[in-house]
């Protein structure tokens, strides 16, 4: 008989807490301890999305947590993801497929058949690693959803997972929200809090004893830790409240690279790696936060047509065109190269919701900026892609034959007129002779399907040296790319020294 994983379960007092970052902490750390870990989270509700080898679709924070316990991502540790389209209705993707899009009323009478999925993914996790580290979502205490949750008690109890309950001291309140949380459980619950983790201190950690005793007491459960606020680790964020604090700028930092925040904006980590070599990212929402800025991205979007009239609605749309026509470098990923294109149609309705009818239109006009056109077709694009380069002028000077690898999460099928971008190699791990993106006439603007083209060092090194050279800029050669290795590895000694290690092993051993 398989002998089953140890397991222990990272909940939280609400969302961007600091759960997902603490179950990549631990993932590393049992790593380097000489076990084998996987992280499992039931339940996602996300647009920063993944696509596996396999070309299933996954949450990247499963995946940054993958990454830390050093193996390769599978849809197993996210067997459900929700991919929110509007304020009440979300795509539901099972074990990496779309299986249907429903509003939330519909959705809680899906949850015990998809609960009985995840734990099926959680026991194929048990049989085959030494430690499973479960994230919860939200928090356990939304108690309008005891009832229907598939992410956090429910898991713990199937699982006979402890959990650690996480809170975040930067916002305030964290001593209320542990002592609510607990007391907001049912009694069977609480018995599975084996401890609290004060998380994103800034300051003396001593000053918190006093504090700290009156939980306990109160509580029964001890702190096993109090962990620092850090800023100087490179590690993608899974929550898009973090676009809502303004980004860290460093010193180095020479070029201003705006991001266009989309209503719907998905995959916004792509663009991470630009700040290693000098790229001082901005998220804006209005022209008056727009600037003069080097770059502007237009990033991925959940749902384009919606994003598009968003854009034009907000004066966005006709100010981008302008700064193009000035002279400003422009990039879209995903749905914002069919957005930089000249037209986007969608015959079948794919991103039509089914309760607006007012607002719909089958076709409409893009930026046209590139010479493209795009269709939606009925069937999801989902594999993991390798490319090469193929201009060799303006920003993409010298950058021909640049290898590159990411992936592909698109309904669009686009056209181009003009200069197609780059080659496409293999698409889900099969030969292909396909092109893939464009360069607009004045070489300052591309735009391709492409995710995770930044995360190649020689790439964006070069694009953005490129991007130099255009504004008349000194060169840089002083930065090199990121060593994600090296920065779990820091994760996990911050953990470790603030962390008591030696409680988290006696919780996972001793179970409940």
Not at 242 to 270: F, G, M, T, W
Request: proline share 3%; charged share 20%; glycine share 8%.
């Amino acid at each position: 008989m398989t002998k089953q994983a140890k397991a222990i379960m990272v909940q939280g007092t609400s969302s961007n807490v600091g759960k997902s970052i603490l179950v990549a902490a631990l993932c590393r750390i049992f790593k380097q301890d000489g076990y084998s870990v996987a992280p499992y989270k039931s339940q996602n509700m996300a647009l920063n999305a993944f696509v596996t080898k396999e070309g299933g679709e996954m949450g990247r924070a499963q995946v940054v947590q993958a990454e830390a316990a050093g193996i390769d991502p599978s849809v197993h540790m996210n067997p459900i993801l929700l991919k929110p389209e509007a304020d009440a209705r979300s795509q539901v993707v099972v074990l990496g497929k779309v299986q249907t899009t429903v509003k939330a009323k519909e959705y809680y009478k899906l949850t015990d058949d998809l609960l009985k999925i995840a734990m099926d993914s959680l026991v194929k996790l048990r049989n085959e690693y030494d430690v499973v580290v479960i994230e919860g979502a939200g928090s356990p205490a939304e108690i309008n959803l005891s009832k229907h949750e598939i992410a956090n008690m429910r898991i713990a109890r199937e699982a006979a997972a402890p959990v650690l309950l996480v809170g975040d001291i930067d916002r305030g309140g964290v001593y209320a929200s542990c002592y609510g949380t607990v007391q907001l459980l049912s009694k069977e619950d609480r018995k599975y809090i084996k401890g609290y983790v004060i998380n994103k201190l800034r300051g003396d950690g001593s000053l918190l004893a006093p504090a700290n005793k009156i939980l306990e007491k109160k509580t029964h459960i001890p702190i096993i830790g109090v962990v620092p606020y850090f800023k100087n680790i490179t590690i993608a964020q899974e929550d898009s409240v973090y676009l809502d604090n303004p980004q860290e700028e460093s010193a180095k930092c020479d070029l201003d690279v705006v991001i266009v925040r989309l209503p719907h904006i998905s995959n916004y980590d792509d663009f991470d790696p630009i700040k290693a070599f000098g790229g001082a990212l901005r998220y804006v929402q209005k022209v008056s936060e727009l600037g003069n800025p080097h770059i502007i991205i237009l990033p991925g979007s959940k749902n384009t047509f919606a994003d598009l009239k968003w854009l034009k609605d907000n004066g966005l749309f006709n100010v981008i065109q302008i700064k193009n026509s000035q002279g400003t470098v422009i990039i879209g990923i995903c749905g914002g190269y069919q957005i930089m294109g000249k037209t986007l149609s969608d015959p079948l309705g794919i991103e039509k919701d089914p309760e607006d009818q007012t607002n719909w239109t089958q076709e409409d006009s893009g930026l046209g900026i590139l010479d493209s056109h795009t269709i939606f077709a009925d069937e999801k694009r989902t594999c993991q892609t390798t490319a090469q380069t193929i201009q060799n002028r303006s920003i993409l000077d010298n950058m021909a034959g640049i290898k590159l690898s990411g992936y592909e999460i698109h309904m669009g099928r686009t056209t181009v007129e003009g200069s197609c971008a780059f080659n496409l190699c293999t698409q889900g791990g099969k030969a292909c002779v396909v092109h893939d993106g464009a360069l607009n006439k004045e070489g300052n603007a591309f735009g391709t399907y492409l995710h995770g083209i930044f995360d190649s060092s020689e790439f964006t090194s070069i694009l953005l040296n490129n991007v130099r050279k255009y504004y008349g800029l000194p060169q840089r050669y002083d930065m090199t790319g990121v060593n994600k290795n090296a920065e779990y590895n820091k994760l996990a000694d911050i953990v470790r020294q603030n962390v008591d290690m030696a409680k988290i092993y006696e919780i996972l051993n001793k179970g409940l």
